[in-house]
């Protein structure tokens, strides 16, 4: 009797208790939810670049992808473009393929961007903005490093400096 | 556990205040009292009993009424707090939180903004506050409506004269015909609705018993309601997001995975017209200067066929028109999309000539689309213009650089580069509105401004609830319990044969002058007595 009531008092202060536990877990976390979560596969996308040329992500299979959101009013994603630019240079013969996704300027702003810092890597842009959906960006910069098997390795919002950047690319080496 | 054993041979939980089922009051300082105190019918309140482990000490802290009221007075006054002041998500994003409460309230918005009270709804000391208060229902409820239901359950007919005694409402007749007047009574009784059971010649009459469980039942509906709140924070249960479309473009709707598109084809807002409108409005029209009547967006909602990636020209398969207007959404699956704000001629293009400064003379017209702006606009004959640089929301940074706040062209700039048969290397002009640079020195021609052509953004609410229907069914059974609990009253009248006397006694939840006027009747015409209001009688006397 004495025991059966501690274990049923006990049971509807756990189920109370994950309730409430739950509910503000997801109030503190709404914010920081992530549409594509670390470890599961990149949604895939199709985008044309500056060139004209489709870049299709699961193409990269087998390379890492250095994914990278960006706008060309944003001031860190502007600082970071020439460390990109160089460890691209340096990464590119070792399977880590960098793809910039601007999101959703014109031709115009863009391509006078990529001239002025002499971008090589392809930029391809998100018109009207299917793939930054599919992705849940928000704040810019956003970067996805992506393994050679598609899976997310890693999201990282805000800017980065050349050493994180080797060091990112490092990790998505095939 | 000490179990209590009554002289009636019922065997009650320890605690219990008055037999469940003879009604005799077992517990001593009871026995002092002139009347009962009847709440719970005297039954064990679980909580009150035992105090032995954790669980116990959480759970009776969660079982006491008191705490509850507090709880909800705290709730109360944190609610009322977070009124005093905006909170962040309505204050204009012109400066950061942090210094636009300083900015605008003084030291108080100051110190609204330390304590946090800026985000206080979604703070986890004000939903601990809630949850606390849910718990708080769910063990209160459970403590009192289990013993309360044993205790009804198990009443007999025959109550120990001791109970009687104690009834707010007791009398004692001295009569010869007593079977007649039970049966008179018994009928009166029961054409009053009340269902009679009898035992050894002793009468308990009670009507209206299913009002008691009314506040539980309202508990119960109070807690579906919290749940449906709850479950607005598990994922895809609950969406609001807004969506800003211009005129003429089609964006994929957030959170319907890349399924659904919109094109905003027009947005349109009316103004009351005095010359066309009743003239009811004239006053008002006069008052105001511009009264809205009308915002409207007519849309297309298009659907992706087949497994298009995102990115790629999607097939898009249109699903119907439609005009949203204010609270006439547009929906489809689970979702609507309201008509929530907008954004009046948004520079959309902008049109140019390149006209030598001395002479005048045009050289022909260009136009740029700000959402499309071109390289090079070749205009014959050797003249040509091509876009250096293009700001689409022009300022000078600190270090006096042009540069572009944002991608939407609320202020366009240009640097041009105007290349013509006198000139074959180009002059370079920065032309924003109003506004011409020549950095090189004079030029000789210039991009003269000739006239814009605006676009009209609408925003609208994505909305997606699907906890509604169990919130308005917790709205339901609350309004069942309150009805129940307030509507019905749980009414009791005993009779007892007592060496000769009979012994009436009557009990009710609410509504003492209800009860009694039905004793009244029922013993209308019988020998017996009306009995007396023990608690009227009492003030009486101290008045």
Same mark, same amino acid.
């Given at each position: 009797?004495?025991?059966?009531?501690?274990?049923?008092?006990?049971?509807i202060?756990?189920?109370?208790?994950?309730?409430?536990?739950?509910?503000?877990?997801?109030?503190?976390?709404?914010?920081?939810?992530?549409?594509?979560?670390?470890?599961?596969?990149?949604?895939?996308?199709?985008?044309?670049?500056?060139e004209?040329?489709?870049?299709?992500?699961?193409?990269?299979?087998?390379?890492?992808?250095?994914?990278?959101?960006?706008?060309?009013?944003?001031?860190?994603?502007?600082?970071?473009?020439?460390?990109?630019?160089?460890?691209?240079?340096?990464?590119?013969?070792?399977?880590?393929?960098?793809?910039?996704?601007?999101?959703g300027e014109?031709?115009l702003?863009?391509?006078?961007?990529s001239?002025?810092?002499?971008?090589?890597?392809?930029?391809?842009?998100?018109?009207?903005?299917?793939?930054?959906?599919?992705?849940?960006?928000?704040?810019?910069?956003?970067?996805?490093?992506i393994?050679?098997?598609?899976?997310?390795?890693?999201?990282?919002?805000?800017?980065?400096?050349?050493?994180?950047?080797?060091?990112?690319?490092?990790?998505?080496?095939? | 556990?000490?179990?209590?054993?009554?002289?009636?041979?019922?065997?009650?939980?320890?605690?219990?205040?008055?037999?469940?089922?003879?009604?005799?009051?077992?517990?001593?300082k009871?026995?002092?009292?002139?009347?009962?105190?009847?709440?719970?019918e005297?039954?064990?309140?679980?909580?009150?009993?035992?105090?032995?482990?954790?669980?116990?000490?959480?759970w009776?802290?969660?079982?006491?009424?008191k705490? $509850? +009221?507090?709880? !909800? #007075?705290? @709730?109360?006054? *944190?609610?009322?707090?977070?009124?005093?002041?905006?909170? =962040?998500?309505?204050?204009?994003?012109?400066?950061?939180?942090a210094?636009?409460?300083?900015?605008?309230?003084?030291?108080?918005?100051?110190?609204?903004?330390?304590?946090?009270?800026?985000?206080l709804?979604?703070?986890?000391?004000?939903?601990?506050?809630?949850?606390?208060?849910?718990?708080?229902?769910?063990?209160?409820?459970?403590?009192?409506?289990?013993?309360l239901?044993?205790?009804?359950?198990?009443?007999?007919?025959?109550?120990?004269?001791?109970?009687?005694?104690?009834?707010?409402?007791? $009398? +004692?007749?001295? !009569? #010869?015909? @007593?079977?007649? *007047?039970?049966?008179?009574?018994k009928?009166?009784?029961? =054409?009053?609705?009340?269902?009679?059971?009898?035992?050894?010649?002793?009468?308990?009459?009670?009507?209206?018993?299913?009002?008691?469980?009314?506040?539980?039942?309202?508990?119960?509906?109070?807690?579906?309601?919290?749940?449906?709140?709850?479950?607005?924070?598990?994922?895809?249960?609950?969406?609001?997001?807004?969506?800003?479309?211009r005129?003429?473009?089609?964006?994929?709707?957030?959170?319907?995975?890349?399924?659904?598109?919109?094109?905003?084809?027009?947005?349109?807002?009316?103004?009351?017209?005095?010359?066309?409108?009743?003239?009811v409005?004239?006053? *008002?029209i006069?008052?105001?200067?511009?009264?809205?009547?009308?915002?409207?967006?007519?849309v297309?909602?298009?659907?992706?066929?087949?497994?298009?990636?995102?990115?790629?020209?999607?097939?898009?398969?249109?699903?119907?028109?439609?005009?949203?207007?204010?609270?006439?959404?547009?929906?489809?699956?689970?979702?609507?999309?309201?008509?929530?704000?907008?954004?009046?001629?948004?520079?959309?293009?902008m049109?140019?000539?390149?006209?030598?400064k001395?002479?005048?003379?045009?050289?022909?017209?260009?136009?740029?689309?700000?959402?499309?702006?071109?390289?090079?606009?070749?205009?014959g004959?050797?003249?040509?213009?091509?876009?250096?640089?293009?700001?689409?929301?022009?300022?000078?940074?600190?270090?006096?650089?042009?540069?572009?706040?944002?991608?939407?062209?609320?202020?366009?700039?240009f640097?041009?580069?105007?290349?013509?048969?006198?000139?074959?290397?180009?002059?370079?002009?920065?032309?924003?509105?109003?506004?011409?640079?020549e950095?090189?020195?004079?030029?000789?021609?210039?991009?003269?401004?000739?006239?814009?052509?605006?676009?009209?953004?609408?925003?609208?609410?994505?909305?997606?609830?699907?906890?509604?229907?169990?919130?308005?069914?917790?709205?339901?059974?609350?309004?069942?319990?309150?009805?129940?609990?307030s509507?019905?009253?749980?009414?009791?009248?005993?009779l007892?044969?007592?060496?000769?006397?009979?012994?009436?006694?009557?009990?009710?939840?609410?509504?003492?002058?209800?009860?009694?006027?039905?004793?009244?009747?029922?013993?209308?015409?019988?020998?017996?007595?009306?009995?007396?209001?023990?608690?009227?009688k009492?003030?009486?006397?101290?008045?």
């Amino acid at each position: 009797m004495k025991k059966q009531r501690l274990v049923i008092r006990t049971v509807i202060l756990l189920v109370l208790g994950a309730a409430v536990a739950y509910t503000l877990y997801a109030n503190f976390t709404k914010d920081q939810v992530q549409k594509v979560a670390v470890g599961e596969k990149a949604p895939d996308f199709v985008l044309t670049d500056l060139e004209g040329n489709k870049h299709r992500l699961s193409d990269y299979e087998g390379q890492g992808v250095f994914l990278n959101f960006w706008g060309t009013w944003c001031k860190p994603c502007e600082k970071e473009m020439p460390y990109m630019n160089n460890q691209y240079k340096e990464f590119k013969d070792q399977g880590v393929q960098v793809l910039a996704v601007n999101v959703g300027e014109t031709d115009l702003a863009v391509n006078k961007f990529s001239d002025r810092y002499n971008l090589s890597f392809p930029i391809v842009i998100d018109k009207d903005g299917p793939v930054q959906s599919a992705y849940g960006i928000n704040p810019l910069p956003a970067t996805f490093l992506i393994d050679k098997d598609g899976k997310v390795v890693k999201y990282i919002t805000g800017e980065m400096n050349e050493a994180t950047i080797k060091d990112y690319m490092e990790q998505i080496k095939p | 556990m000490n179990e209590v054993k009554c002289e009636c041979g019922h065997v009650n939980p320890h605690g219990t205040v008055l037999c469940e089922s003879c009604g005799k009051v077992l517990e001593e300082k009871e026995k002092e009292k002139k009347l009962l105190d009847m709440r719970y019918e005297g039954s064990a309140r679980r909580s009150q009993t035992y105090n032995k482990t954790m669980i116990d000490k959480i759970w009776n802290f969660f079982s006491s009424v008191k705490v $509850g +009221v507090w709880l !909800i #007075v705290i @709730t109360l006054i *944190a609610s009322a707090l977070g009124t005093i002041l905006p909170q =962040e998500m309505y204050i204009p994003p012109v400066m950061p939180a942090a210094e636009y409460y300083e900015d605008q309230y003084g030291w108080i918005g100051k110190v609204y903004y330390d304590l946090g009270f800026h985000n206080l709804y979604s703070s986890w000391w004000y939903l601990i506050l809630i949850a606390s208060i849910g718990i708080s229902l769910v063990i209160c409820s459970l403590d009192r409506v289990i013993p309360l239901y044993r205790a009804l359950k198990k009443q007999r007919v025959s109550r120990h004269e001791s109970y009687l005694q104690r009834q707010r409402v007791f $009398g +004692v007749s001295k !009569i #010869v015909e @007593t079977d007649q *007047a039970f049966t008179m009574a018994k009928e009166k009784l029961k =054409e009053k609705k009340y269902n009679i059971r009898e035992e050894n010649g002793n009468l308990l009459a009670e009507k209206g018993r299913f009002s008691r469980w009314g506040p539980y039942v309202n508990h119960v509906g109070l807690i579906i309601f919290l749940i449906g709140g709850m479950l607005r924070f598990v994922p895809g249960m609950y969406v609001d997001k807004i969506l800003w479309i211009r005129e003429g473009e089609t964006k994929v709707i957030p959170e319907t995975n890349g399924e659904y598109y919109l094109k905003n084809e027009k947005f349109i807002l009316e103004v009351y017209d005095k010359e066309k409108d009743n003239e009811v409005f004239d006053e *008002a029209i006069d008052k105001a200067g511009m009264v809205a009547k009308n915002y409207q967006s007519n849309v297309t909602l298009y659907k992706k066929s087949g497994d298009a990636v995102a990115g790629e020209e999607a097939n898009l398969e249109k699903v119907k028109d439609f005009e949203i207007r204010v609270n006439e959404p547009l929906k489809f699956e689970n979702f609507a999309l309201y008509q929530v704000d907008y954004k009046l001629n948004e520079l959309n293009k902008m049109s140019f000539a390149l006209t030598n400064k001395k002479t005048g003379e045009e050289y022909g017209d260009l136009t740029v689309d700000l959402n499309d702006p071109q390289d090079a606009y070749d205009l014959g004959n050797g003249y040509k213009a091509e876009i250096v640089s293009f700001f689409p929301d022009f300022e000078f940074d600190e270090n006096g650089e042009p540069v572009t706040k944002s991608r939407i062209p609320n202020n366009p700039a240009f640097v041009f580069k105007m290349f013509t048969p006198d000139n074959p290397d180009g002059e370079i002009s920065f032309v924003a509105i109003r506004q011409t640079i020549e950095p090189f020195g004079d030029n000789e021609y210039k991009m003269a401004f000739k006239g814009v052509d605006t676009k009209n953004v609408s925003a609208l609410t994505v909305r997606k609830d699907l906890t509604l229907w169990i919130i308005a069914l917790g709205g339901a059974i609350f309004m069942i319990g309150v009805a129940q609990g307030s509507y019905w009253n749980h009414r009791r009248i005993w009779l007892r044969r007592v060496d000769g006397e009979v012994w009436v006694a009557g009990h009710t939840n609410k509504n003492w002058h209800g009860l009694k006027r039905e004793i009244d009747a029922a013993l209308d015409g019988t020998s017996i007595e009306m009995p007396e209001d023990q608690l009227q009688k009492q003030s009486e006397k101290k008045g």
